[in-house]
């Protein structure tokens, strides 16, 4: 390529291409990500503290006096706390043995812990808290049935509606926030660490505790914390074993304020008080995992040792089992059970029917409607939050834009805000507005995208991080517009990661009940509305149907991911200098 | 072709609490069809010049032109993709998802070039770089060094002007390095494009450029060719920087003419040529590289006593330690052939003309 082959085409252009316009499509793409976050989150919220201040009469403080000294309140905050912190509790007993068995032994069978906390982590709690009453509620539970009547044990008969039953349906679904943080936690120590302490003549035991425990404390607490929040989150399982038990928690009683006529200004104070909690909690969670930081810094990461545990690694083989057992075998095989019985007792073996997919599926327009709503929300809620938080996690990382670290972390607030909370600020505000939307679809999409935003803008910067600045600055050289670096190069590079960040909206999105359940209407009912409401009809073995199929997308979503995203990780692109 | 100039270019970041000074002042003439290199060590400033002459960053003050057109003001800047610059990233930044043969078309498209032309082309430039074939591989089949060759192709096929290069050869390996040098200057010979090269390898500027900028602290502390940065270093951090060097201090002895002597040591002194700025009795910092010390076994004339200290083998060179009776410590190069005990006694003598003198306790010049 020597001058002589020099073509006229290719002479450099420094003079501008078009005229400047003000107005580019990158602006509008940014400002349009702006304006959608501040209508779904920041305006709500703002609305929801007007809201709490608001009385008969102008500004007043009665709500918030009302709420912190009124029995039920008091009650409701006591209950919520006694049970966050017996789920932190029981999840750090279970999860922290069995990441520590996984990472760190040579217990056999390391797929089972893995799967037992994968799939307990994906059941939807409310499910769980179903397929449970139908063994243990007090009369009519099969399991007490069986020990009271047939076996003569009535000692072996355990109450569900109660605080332990309440805790056993929570912990089920919180054990895997320790369990994970944990477990990577431990596979992120540095093996070196622990061969410096053991060459100076640290024995093994004294290494666990002077250099392992300390580096992943930090990881440990803060998954602890995160079952915390999630579980006195939950609306599902403290209805359905909450209720009939009378232990009524924070969910539960601004659910109750919703009963007419609405008392908007308690139920403002009360999620404000809830927010307080989830928020303090988060901070602290936050604080305790930057410390951990040192942890992942580690670097090359030489494999850790494996601790010969002899005979004791059949006792925790033994234990994943149980734990495997009671939360995923007991309540899915009760599900199944009931979904094909034609009335659910002692000898339900005996009459095995179809008939309640086919109600659910075929005759009944209620569930027909909602298992659609769903599909429909799932898929939209989806594909909105992704592409929302790859407009934000984008203006975070590659702009200079001013204020754009506010955006981010506007972008998170969902995170401290439970379901029911959302639901209620999102009423305040549409209520407030001249658009009616409460009791549509869209106040239901906008409530999902709202609250799954944090998981878009996640996905989306975890897989910008990856792909060097560089990639996009040697198209620009090359003379390529941002809208064709954007299509070229950081849209395929980010794929994957996208798709990733699609499901993990959608899976939660098809099982959404705690904001729901005070948007919905007849006709924007969804999958999780209606299985609840035919709990609470007594549809028995229909909402065994319905929660089957529940589970069946859910299922289809995550295998899906797994077949697409396992695919897209292992392809040619993994070994190319994407991390610089 | 085009020449570029740079006239007082200067940029800050600003930091948690202050703005720090990336370049400051910075003028420089590059000629057209010539290689020119950004050498210093990191911090310096060296990648910020050069993304500034690429266009993603704006300067605060001062002004890049290129053949007279202005292209980087504060108030207006030039966008990258309207510059028709060519750039090799220190990562080479070789598109995952794209193939070889899709990597290096990518800036014809751009350009709107039809296809059969197009492949023309990048057949001619993936031959320019010696990858002919491996259109079809995608990066992660390739070695470093082909990835290395896969960016340039990629740059010169759409027949810049300019071309930067940003560290092109750190992350090679010594032998691969070697040869991608060779390569690289034959290259910019061959084509008659300015090459701006940045660097901290001061090796690697000597053998390349046309012209070397020597930066620290965000300013140009000297501009010349490779012979004269490192044979009359500007002051004492270029003499330190390229290459090895005795920095040892002294006092002014006598004037005559431009030059005069400086004593380092009771019992050794160097008769300088320039020593222009400085009057009998001033102290000074004398550089004088290990090469321009000859060591004897026996007395010569003129020579000073000094005993070895240390002796270290390094192949084609052998270096020693030389201790003065006054304790001044000096290291020496010589050749491998000459061989001398630790402790043995010895003369050395200076070569003067290749000596440097500094004002003591001089620094470079900062940023402000």
Same mark, same amino acid.
């Given at each position: 390529?020597?001058?002589?082959?020099?073509?006229?085409?290719?002479?450099?252009?420094?003079?501008?291409?078009?005229?400047? =316009?003000?107005?580019?499509?990158?602006?509008?793409?940014?400002?349009?990500?702006?304006?959608?976050?501040?209508?779904?989150?920041?305006?709500?919220?703002?609305?929801?503290?007007?809201?709490?201040?608001?009385?008969?009469?102008?500004?007043?403080?009665?709500?918030?006096?009302?709420?912190?000294?009124?029995?039920?309140?008091?009650?409701?905050?006591?209950?919520?706390?006694?049970?966050?912190?017996?789920?932190?509790?029981?999840?750090?007993?279970?999860?922290?043995?069995?990441?520590?068995?996984?990472?760190? =032994?040579?217990?056999?069978?390391?797929?089972?812990?893995?799967?037992?906390?994968?799939?307990?982590?994906?059941?939807?709690?409310?499910?769980?808290?179903?397929?449970?009453?139908?063994?243990?509620?007090?009369?009519?539970?099969?399991?007490?049935?069986?020990?009271?009547?047939?076996?003569?044990?009535?000692?072996? =008969?355990?109450?569900?509606?109660?605080?332990?039953?309440?805790?056993?349906?929570?912990?089920?679904?919180?054990?895997?926030?320790?369990?994970?943080?944990?477990?990577?936690?431990?596979?992120?120590?540095?093996?070196?660490?622990?061969?410096?302490?053991?060459?100076?003549?640290?024995?093994?035991?004294?290494?666990?505790?002077?250099? =392992?425990?300390?580096?992943?404390?930090?990881?440990?607490?803060?998954?602890?914390?995160?079952?915390?929040?999630?579980?006195?989150?939950?609306?599902?399982?403290?209805?359905?074993?909450?209720?009939?038990?009378?232990?009524?928690?924070?969910?539960?009683?601004?659910?109750?304020?919703?009963?007419?006529?609405?008392?908007?200004?308690?139920?403002?104070?009360?999620?404000?008080?809830?927010?307080?909690?989830?928020?303090?909690?988060?901070?602290?969670?936050?604080?305790?995992?930057?410390?951990?930081?040192?942890?992942?810094?580690?670097?090359?990461?030489?494999?850790?040792?494996?601790?010969?545990?002899?005979?004791?690694?059949?006792?925790?083989?033994?234990?994943?089992?149980?734990?495997?057992?009671?939360?995923?075998?007991?309540?899915?095989?009760?599900?199944?059970?009931?979904?094909?019985?034609?009335?659910?007792?002692?000898?339900?073996?005996?009459?095995?029917?179809?008939?309640?997919?086919?109600?659910?599926?075929?005759?009944?327009?209620?569930?027909?409607?909602?298992?659609?709503?769903?599909?429909?929300?799932?898929?939209?809620?989806?594909?909105?939050?992704?592409?929302?938080?790859?407009?934000?996690?984008?203006?975070?990382?590659?702009?200079?834009?001013?204020?754009?670290?506010?955006?981010?972390?506007?972008?998170?607030?969902?995170?401290?805000?439970?379901?029911?909370?959302?639901?209620?600020?999102?009423?305040?505000?549409?209520?407030?507005?001249?658009?009616?939307?409460?009791?549509?679809?869209?106040?239901?999409?906008?409530?999902?995208?709202?609250?799954?935003?944090?998981?878009?803008?996640?996905?989306?910067?975890?897989?910008?991080?990856?792909?060097?600045?560089?990639?996009?600055?040697?198209?620009?050289?090359?003379?390529?517009?941002?809208?064709?670096?954007?299509?070229?190069?950081?849209?395929?590079?980010?794929?994957?990661?996208?798709?990733?960040?699609?499901?993990?909206?959608?899976?939660?999105?098809?099982?959404?009940?705690?904001?729901?359940?005070?948007?919905?209407?007849?006709?924007?009912?969804?999958?999780?509305?209606?299985?609840?409401?035919?709990?609470?009809?007594?549809?028995?073995?229909?909402?065994?149907?319905?929660?089957?199929?529940?589970?069946?997308?859910?299922?289809?979503?995550?295998?899906?991911?797994?077949?697409?995203?396992?695919?897209?990780?292992?392809?040619?692109?993994?070994?190319?200098?994407?991390?610089? | 072709?085009?020449?570029?100039?740079?006239?007082?270019?200067?940029?800050?970041?600003?930091?948690?609490?202050?703005?720090?000074?990336?370049?400051?002042?910075?003028?420089?003439?590059?000629?057209?069809?010539?290689?020119?290199?950004?050498?210093?060590?990191?911090?310096?400033?060296?990648?910020?010049?050069?993304?500034?002459?690429?266009?993603?960053?704006?300067?605060?003050?001062?002004?890049?032109?290129?053949?007279?057109?202005?292209?980087?003001?504060?108030?207006?800047?030039?966008?990258?993709?309207?510059?028709?610059?060519?750039?090799?990233?220190?990562?080479?930044?070789?598109?995952?998802?794209?193939?070889?043969?899709?990597?290096?078309?990518?800036?014809?498209?751009?350009?709107?070039?039809?296809?059969?032309?197009?492949?023309?082309?990048?057949?001619?430039?993936?031959?320019?770089?010696?990858?002919?074939?491996?259109?079809?591989?995608?990066?992660?089949?390739?070695?470093?060094?082909?990835?290395?060759?896969?960016?340039?192709?990629?740059?010169?096929?759409?027949?810049?002007?300019?071309?930067?290069?940003?560290?092109?050869?750190?992350?090679?390996?010594?032998?691969?390095?070697?040869?991608?040098?060779?390569?690289?200057?034959?290259?910019?010979?061959?084509?008659?494009?300015?090459?701006?090269?940045?660097?901290?390898?001061?090796?690697?500027?000597?053998?390349?450029?046309?012209?070397?900028?020597?930066?620290?602290?965000?300013?140009?502390?000297?501009?010349?060719?490779?012979?004269?940065?490192?044979?009359?270093?500007?002051?004492?951090?270029?003499?330190?920087?390229?290459?090895?060097?005795?920095?040892?201090?002294?006092?002014?002895?006598?004037?005559?003419?431009?030059?005069?002597?400086?004593?380092?040591?009771?019992?050794?002194?160097?008769?300088?040529?320039?020593?222009?700025?400085?009057?009998?009795?001033?102290?000074?910092?004398?550089?004088?590289?290990?090469?321009?010390?000859?060591?004897?076994?026996?007395?010569?004339?003129?020579?000073?006593?000094?005993?070895?200290?240390?002796?270290?083998?390094?192949?084609?060179?052998?270096?020693?330690?030389?201790?003065?009776?006054?304790?001044?410590?000096?290291?020496?190069?010589?050749?491998?052939?000459?061989?001398?005990?630790?402790?043995?006694?010895?003369?050395?003598?200076?070569?003067?003309?290749?000596?440097?003198?500094?004002?003591?306790?001089?620094?470079?010049?900062?940023?402000?």
């Amino acid at each position: 390529m020597s001058t002589d082959v020099m073509s006229t085409t290719l002479r450099p252009r420094l003079a501008p291409r078009r005229p400047r =316009t003000w107005l580019r499509l990158e602006h509008v793409v940014m400002g349009g990500a702006i304006i959608s976050l501040i209508v779904l989150v920041v305006l709500p919220l703002a609305f929801l503290l007007i809201g709490s201040f608001k009385g008969a009469d102008g500004v007043t403080l009665d709500a918030y006096s009302e709420v912190l000294t009124g029995r039920l309140y008091v009650n409701a905050l006591k209950n919520s706390l006694l049970l966050g912190a017996y789920s932190g509790l029981f999840s750090l007993l279970i999860g922290l043995p069995l990441a520590w068995a996984v990472a760190r =032994t040579d217990v056999p069978a390391k797929p089972l812990f893995q799967i037992t906390a994968t799939l307990s982590y994906l059941s939807p709690p409310f499910l769980t808290a179903i397929a449970l009453t139908y063994l243990f509620s007090p009369n009519a539970g099969l399991s007490n049935v069986l020990m009271r009547d047939v076996l003569g044990m009535p000692w072996l =008969t355990f109450n569900i509606f109660t605080m332990p039953g309440l805790v056993l349906v929570t912990v089920m679904h919180t054990f895997p926030f320790v369990y994970l943080l944990a477990s990577s936690a431990l596979q992120s120590v540095d093996a070196s660490y622990e061969e410096a302490a053991q060459i100076l003549g640290a024995s093994k035991l004294r290494t666990a505790f002077l250099i =392992t425990a300390p580096l992943v404390a930090p990881a440990v607490l803060s998954g602890t914390l995160l079952a915390f929040v999630n579980a006195i989150a939950l609306f599902g399982s403290q209805a359905i074993i909450g209720l009939p038990g009378r232990i009524v928690t924070l969910p539960t009683r601004i659910y109750a304020l919703f009963d007419y006529p609405p008392e908007y200004a308690l139920a403002s104070a009360l999620s404000l008080v809830f927010i307080l909690i989830t928020v303090a909690a988060l901070y602290l969670q936050n604080a305790f995992l930057k410390r951990r930081s040192y942890v992942t810094l580690a670097g090359k990461g030489s494999r850790p040792q494996m601790m010969q545990l002899g005979v004791f690694r059949w006792v925790l083989l033994a234990c994943v089992t149980i734990v495997f057992f009671v939360s995923i075998v007991l309540p899915y095989a009760t599900l199944i059970a009931v979904s094909f019985s034609k009335s659910w007792g002692l000898e339900f073996w005996k009459n095995i029917t179809l008939a309640n997919y086919k109600f659910v599926l075929f005759e009944y327009n209620v569930t027909q409607r909602a298992i659609l709503n769903s599909l429909v929300l799932a898929f939209v809620a989806a594909t909105l939050a992704v592409l929302m938080g790859a407009v934000i996690g984008w203006i975070d990382l590659r702009t200079k834009l001013p204020g754009r670290k506010l955006l981010d972390y506007a972008s998170l607030i969902p995170l401290g805000l439970p379901g029911i909370v959302m639901a209620v600020a999102l009423i305040q505000f549409w209520l407030a507005m001249p658009l009616a939307l409460y009791g549509t679809l869209t106040i239901l999409l906008l409530a999902y995208v709202g609250r799954y935003i944090p998981l878009g803008v996640r996905a989306a910067n975890a897989s910008l991080r990856q792909v060097d600045h560089s990639l996009e600055e040697s198209a620009q050289i090359l003379g390529a517009s941002w809208t064709t670096t954007m299509r070229e190069i950081t849209l395929p590079l980010i794929r994957p990661g996208l798709f990733a960040g699609w499901l993990l909206v959608f899976v939660p999105v098809i099982q959404e009940l705690s904001a729901s359940i005070l948007l919905f209407s007849s006709q924007s009912i969804t999958l999780a509305v209606a299985v609840y409401n035919l709990y609470e009809t007594g549809y028995i073995e229909p909402v065994a149907a319905l929660a089957m199929i529940n589970m069946l997308i859910i299922g289809a979503a995550i295998w899906l991911a797994y077949r697409l995203g396992g695919r897209s990780l292992t392809s040619r692109n993994d070994a190319a200098p994407v991390h610089t | 072709m085009a020449g570029i100039s740079i006239r007082g270019l200067s940029k800050s970041f600003s930091s948690r609490d202050s703005d720090v000074a990336a370049v400051a002042d910075v003028d420089i003439e590059v000629k057209d069809n010539s290689f020119v290199t950004l050498l210093g060590p990191s911090g310096c400033g060296k990648t910020t010049t050069l993304r500034l002459i690429a266009g993603y960053i704006t300067p605060d003050r001062g002004t890049i032109e290129i053949d007279g057109r202005p292209l980087s003001s504060p108030g207006s800047v030039v966008p990258p993709e309207r510059r028709g610059m060519g750039m090799v990233f220190q990562n080479y930044a070789i598109w995952p998802h794209k193939n070889v043969f899709e990597n290096v078309v990518f800036g014809l498209k751009i350009r709107k070039l039809p296809s059969a032309s197009a492949r023309r082309k990048v057949e001619e430039a993936l031959a320019l770089v010696n990858l002919s074939g491996l259109e079809t591989r995608y990066p992660s089949e390739l070695s470093g060094g082909q990835q290395q060759r896969v960016a340039l192709a990629r740059s010169l096929v759409v027949e810049p002007d300019i071309l930067l290069l940003d560290e092109p050869l750190s992350n090679l390996d010594a032998k691969l390095r070697e040869r991608m040098r060779l390569e690289l200057k034959e290259l910019q010979l061959r084509t008659g494009i300015t090459f701006v090269y940045v660097t901290h390898d001061q090796a690697e500027a000597l053998a390349l450029s046309d012209q070397i900028a020597v930066m620290n602290l965000g300013r140009v502390q000297q501009y010349g060719t490779p012979f004269e940065v490192y044979a009359h270093p500007a002051n004492r951090m270029v003499a330190d920087f390229m290459g090895l060097v005795n920095l040892v201090p002294g006092k002014v002895r006598e004037r005559s003419g431009a030059g005069g002597v400086v004593e380092i040591a009771p019992e050794l002194t160097v008769k300088v040529d320039a020593l222009d700025a400085f009057a009998p009795g001033e102290t000074v910092e004398v550089a004088i590289r290990p090469e321009s010390i000859r060591l004897a076994a026996s007395p010569v004339p003129g020579g000073t006593w000094a005993t070895i200290s240390n002796h270290v083998f390094l192949g084609n060179i052998s270096e020693y330690f030389a201790t003065l009776a006054s304790g001044l410590t000096l290291r020496v190069q010589t050749h491998p052939l000459q061989q001398l005990k630790v402790g043995e006694a010895c003369t050395i003598e200076v070569d003067a003309t290749h000596c440097s003198v500094f004002r003591a306790g001089a620094g470079e010049a900062k940023a402000a």
